[in-house]
Nanobody, 115 residues
Framework: QVHLVESGGGLVQPGGSLRLSCAASGFTFSSYAMGWYRQAPGKQRELVATITSGSRTNYADSVKGRFTISRDNAKNTVYLQMNSLSPEDTAVYYC?????????WGQGTQVTVSS
């Protein structure tokens, strides 16, 4: 059974940092591309960052230079380091695993950036 469990969300002040983690189980983690997506209230879910099985990364323009995605295949975990957070980053952040027709989502973790 596939599980993607996000953690690390919370309330942070503008300019602050958070590190999200997504612990994966139930599939061959190292073979999958992993990603972080987010959904703000009243908006569609959008790509934040992805990392391939070979650790190539891709970022949304809105987070380039501020967010860093990484993976630890030994721990079956993908991370999202978020720096210089702004209120516009407030959203539920979802972890995604993708390989071919297989596509899995976590339950999401709330990130709120507010003073």
């Amino acid at each position: 059974q596939v599980h993607l469990v996000e953690s690390g969300g919370g309330l942070v002040q503008p300019g602050g940092s958070l590190r999200l983690s997504c612990a994966a189980s139930g599939f061959t983690f190292s073979s999958y591309a992993m990603g972080w997506y987010r959904q703000a209230p009243g908006k569609q879910r959008e790509l934040v960052a992805t990392i391939t099985s070979g650790s190539r990364t891709n970022y949304a323009d809105s987070v380039k230079g501020r967010f860093t995605i990484s993976r630890d295949n030994a721990k079956n975990t993908v991370y999202l380091q978020m720096n210089s957070l702004s209120p516009e980053d407030t959203a539920v952040y979802y972890c995604n695993a993708n390989w071919g027709w297989n596509n899995y989502w976590g339950q999401g973790t709330q990130v709120t950036v507010s003073s």
